[in-house]
């Protein structure tokens, strides 16, 4: 408290330092009172505060001071009462006569943003949303469906789609395939794998159960053409020839697409290849059943994700890598070695053209000068890279390498397979 002549009148403004209006909870009711005590200048001109303490005026009018504030409280209680009991938060309209409060009810105001807005979806039994390559029907759909029960699908009409929705928060996952056991690599999606940032998150393997569709009523010798995406034509060739059927065959995007295109245009000498689901979906007569020359026939879908996983020792896990050298594929026997000495077993190895140098020339003064082409080398092995093995094998394969990319650590799909039967 700062020194005061007896006979000084000053403005309690000047004494109390003015402070950003407190906020009080009431209870129940949750509303924000802000309370501004509106200062009578006249009263306050005759105020005075003695300096020396005792049981002088100070000390009275302190004691008034103090009575004020109780009065005040008491008033705020009062009315926090009376609007429970009215169960309305408009009627307070005033505290001590002045209509100054600020009365705004919690739940209008928006909520903020928690980290839980922000981080990555839940894993397996959440909602999620999953992005795939086709239509409703697809074969990805039905993927998607196998890694993410009860998971919201979200079809896209080019796999490149898929990636960007994942990578702009439209999806929390994509579901893509990467190879089948009769047609082989999907090599667009592992040329889309190095261009995008996306992990590698898990992986899953669906039997595909080929059936041959139609509008009702439609015979098989009706028919002058079937449509499919290119690799179910190539699986079920054999089968179309054995059922006699001297048919065109054409390629569209997927063989959901096939289905929609055949049951939305009326095409009556037309079948597509596609799902059972497909046929129910889109309203089609299935005229044979499990198409596909070989009951074996499996797709490999790997489940991609912004943000890796920690990979872990406790279950089988697989490590998905990419790699290059600038010297060519002198090395490649370098590299696996790496892992043969460590007893790590490899499970795919695939070759991609290096887009930004596919031919490299070399010189010889005896033979002249050559070309060879470059190549990125895909491999996946069975280990995590919580392994120390891996670790190890990694780092020798960096030693002999130009570029290493780590695509995913994740669960292997260890779930029971036998030939589907259809859905």
């Not at 949750?30 to 300096?51: G, K, P």
């Not at 037309?270 to 889109?282: E, G, Q």
Request: aromatic share 8%.
């Amino acid at each position: 408290m700062q020194s005061l002549s007896p006979s000084s009148s000053i403005n309690l403004k000047s004494v109390i330092r003015t402070s950003p209006s407190p906020t009080y909870r009431l209870g129940p009711s949750r509303l924000d009172i802000q309370c501004v005590y509106r200062f009578d200048s006249a009263n306050a001109a005759s105020t005075n505060f003695n300096s020396s303490g005792g049981g002088g005026g100070g000390g009275s009018n302190r004691a008034d001071w103090q009575s004020t504030c109780a009065i005040l409280a008491s008033k705020v209680v009062s009315q926090q009462q009376d609007t429970e009991k009215s169960g309305n938060a408009d009627n307070i309209t005033a505290v001590n006569g002045h209509k100054t409060l600020d009365l705004v009810p919690i739940e209008n105001l928006p909520k903020p943003l928690t980290i839980t807005d922000l981080s990555p979806a839940p894993m397996h039994g959440s909602t999620l949303r999953v992005a795939y390559q086709g239509v409703p029907g697809a074969y990805s759909e039905a993927a998607a469906g196998k890694a993410y029960p009860n998971c919201e699908a979200i079809p896209c009409d080019q796999f490149e789609v898929a990636f960007q929705a994942v990578e702009l928060w439209i999806a929390d996952r994509a579901v893509l395939p990467v190879e089948n056991s009769l047609g082989g690599s999907i090599h667009r999606n592992y040329d889309l794998l190095l261009r995008h940032r996306l992990h590698i998150v898990g992986e899953v393997q669906l039997p595909v159960h080929h059936c041959l569709l139609a509008l009702p009523g439609v015979r098989k010798e009706y028919l002058t053409r079937v449509i499919s995406h290119p690799q179910a034509l190539a699986q079920c060739e054999l089968t179309l020839t054995k059922l006699g059927l001297k048919v065109a065959r054409e390629a569209v995007d997927d063989t959901a697409g096939a289905a929609e295109f055949v049951a939305a245009n009326n095409l009556r000498d037309t079948a597509a290849i596609a799902s059972a689901r497909a046929a129910n979906l889109y309203g089609l007569q299935i005229l044979a059943d499990g198409i596909q020359d070989d009951s074996s026939n499996v797709t490999r879908f790997v489940m991609l994700a912004r943000e890796p996983i920690i990979p872990r020792t406790d279950r089988p896990f697989k490590t998905s890598i990419v790699f290059a050298h600038d010297k060519g594929t002198s090395v490649l026997f370098k590299v696996l070695s790496a892992f043969a000495f460590r007893n790590i077993s490899l499970t795919k190895i695939e070759s991609r053209p290096h887009r930004n140098r596919p031919i490299r020339l070399v010189d010889d003064a005896n033979v002249g000068t050559a070309k060879h082409f470059e190549y990125m080398f895909y491999v996946d092995f069975e280990a995590s890279m919580a392994d120390v093995r891996a670790q190890n094998a990694l780092a020798e394969v960096q030693e002999f390498t130009s570029f290493l990319r780590v695509l995913g650590s994740y669960p292997m799909d260890m779930t029971p397979w036998c030939p589907s039967r259809g859905d």
